[in-house]
C-alpha cells in the first residue's frame, strides 16, 4: 500500500529563517507531488505540483520554491520567511492521470 | 476563475440525525468530484469520489451529483459525534478546486 511521509511535524521558526520541507511517498512510482498551505480556519491553496523529477508548476508567486529531487521526494523552500508563511503545509499524492488526491499528515508551521 | 463554494456553517446536528452537506461549482468541464474530512489539526481524508450523476453510497455516506445544477452533496445517515469535523468538497478543473469546507458538529 502506498504512504506519505512529511517531516517534521511542528516547527517554530523567526521571520528571516531559511525553511525546508520535505515529502516523501512509499508504495508507488511516478507520483504527481502536490504542496498546498491552509492558513487558520481557511481552505486549501495550492503552491506547487510536479509531475516528475524536475519538473515543478508554481501556482501562486510567493517566497517559496519547491523541488522534486528524486522520483517520490518533494520539498518546499524558503530562503527567508514571512510572518504570512505560517500555517499547515500538506503534500498530496494522485497515481499518474487520476484526479484522486491523498494527503500527508501536514506540517505546522508558525513563523514569529 | 473556477470556484467550489460550500456553506461554511457550522452545521449542527443531534447524534443519529441525517447531516447534509452542500457544494457548488463554477466549471461545467468538472468531470470528477470529491468529499474530504479534515478532522480539527489533522490532514484531509478522502471519503468519497463521484463522477456521474446520481447517488453513490458507501456505509453511511451518500454523495449525490446533478451536473445540470453543478451541485454536489454529501449525506451522512445516522450522524455520530465521530463525524464532527471540516468536510471538504473538491472539483477537478485541470486541477483539483477546494472549497473553504463546511463544519459540522453532531451533539449526542
Known amino acids: 500500500s502506498q504512504t506519505i511521509h512529511q517531516w517534521p511535524a511542528t516547527l517554530v521558526q523567526p521571520v528571516g529563517s531559511p525553511l525546508s520541507l520535505e515529502c516523501t511517498v512509499e508504495?508507488?512510482?511516478?507520483?504527481?507531488l502536490y504542496w498546498y498551505r491552509q492558513a487558520a480556519g481557511r481552505g486549501l491553496q495550492l503552491l506547487f505540483y510536479?509531475?516528475?523529477?524536475?519538473?515543478i508548476s508554481s501556482e501562486v508567486p510567493q517566497n517559496l520554491s519547491a523541488s522534486r529531487p528524486q522520483d517520490r521526494q518533494f520539498i518546499l523552500s524558503s530562503k527567508k520567511l514571512l510572518l504570512s508563511d505560517s500555517g499547515f503545509y500538506l503534500c498530496?499524492?494522485?497515481?499518474?492521470?487520476?484526479?484522486?488526491?491523498?494527503f500527508g499528515p501536514g506540517t505546522r508551521l508558525t513563523v514569529l | 476563475q473556477k470556484e467550489v463554494e460550500q456553506n461554511s456553517g457550522p452545521l449542527s446536528v443531534p447524534e443519529g440525525a441525517i447531516a447534509s452537506l452542500n457544494c457548488t461549482y463554477s466549471?461545467?468541464?468538472?468531470?470528477?468530484f470529491f468529499w474530504y474530512r479534515q478532522y480539527s489539526g489533522k490532514s484531509p481524508e478522502l471519503i468519497m469520489f463521484?463522477?456521474?450523476?446520481g447517488d453513490k453510497e458507501d456505509g453511511r455516506f451518500t454523495a449525490q451529483l446533478n451536473k445540470a445544477s453543478q451541485y454536489v452533496s454529501l449525506l451522512i445517515r445516522d450522524s455520530q459525534p465521530s463525524d464532527s469535523a471540516t468536510y471538504l468538497c473538491?472539483?477537478?478543473?485541470?486541477?483539483?478546486?477546494f472549497g473553504q469546507g463546511t463544519e459540522l458538529s453532531v451533539k449526542p
Open positions: 498530496a499524492w494522485t497515481r499518474g492521470n487520476t484526479d484522486t488526491q491523498y
Open positions: 508504495g508507488t512510482s511516478n507520483p504527481n
Open positions: 510536479s509531475v516528475g523529477i524536475g519538473q
Open positions: 466549471d461545467r468541464g468538472s468531470q470528477s
Open positions: 463521484i463522477y456521474s450523476n
Open positions: 473538491a472539483a477537478e478543473g485541470g486541477k483539483l478546486i
